[in-house]
């Protein structure tokens, strides 16, 4: 026997795979095959480090375990819940924003509109105009904070 042939028979016999004839002739090329004898060792301490696949698969609800990972309830819920969380989260924050931009936009206005008629706030008018910078938003382009700004208010 040569040492390729060996190998083979040393795989086929830890696999248990290997006729008793062939067994005493691999027995036999080890005794004499340093080489072989230790490649022999190498591969038993391999597979008694290894679990047998048999131990894994037999394992007390291995199965049962797994099947309850895929199907159930906790992962959905985990990976669900940030997608039905943003948006919600978005929209209360868009609210927010467009009920601070009408509060804002109402306040202004609504002090602008008293002090014309009244004309006796000048100072303030003044001092509010230069306090919200009116005049940074009036020449806004299109599609800027500064146009939304001005159709929320009723204007162009
Ligand atoms: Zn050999």
């Given amino acids: ?9 040393i795989s086929l016999c830890l696999d248990s795979e290997l006729a008793e004839k062939d ?3 691999l027995s036999e090329h080890i005794r004499s095959c340093p080489e072989c ?3 022999m060792e190498f591969m038993s301490q391999v597979l008694r480090e290894l679990p047998a696949p048999q131990e894994l698969a037999s394992s007390p609800y291995f199965f049962s375990k797994v099947k309850a990972g895929i199907s159930g309830g906790r992962r959905p819920q985990f990976f669900l819940f940030p997608f039905r969380f943003k948006p919600a989260l978005f929209s209360a924050g868009l609210l927010f924003i467009i009920i601070a931009t009408s509060l804002f936009a109402g ?4 002090s602008n509109y008293l002090t014309q008629a009244g004309n006796s706030e000048q100072y303030a008018s003044e001092e509010a105009g230069a306090l919200f910078s009116l005049g940074v938003f009036e020449n806004s382009p299109d599609g800027s904070l500064g146009n939304f700004h ?3 208010m009723g204007g162009g």
Avoid: D, P, T, Y
């Fill in 1 to 9: 026997m040569n040492c390729k042939k060996a190998k083979r028979f």
């Fill in 23 to 25: 067994r005493e002739e």
């Fill in 37 to 39: 004898r230790g490649e």
């Fill in 107 to 110: 306040i202004f206005l609504g």
């Fill in 150 to 152: 001005s159709e929320l």
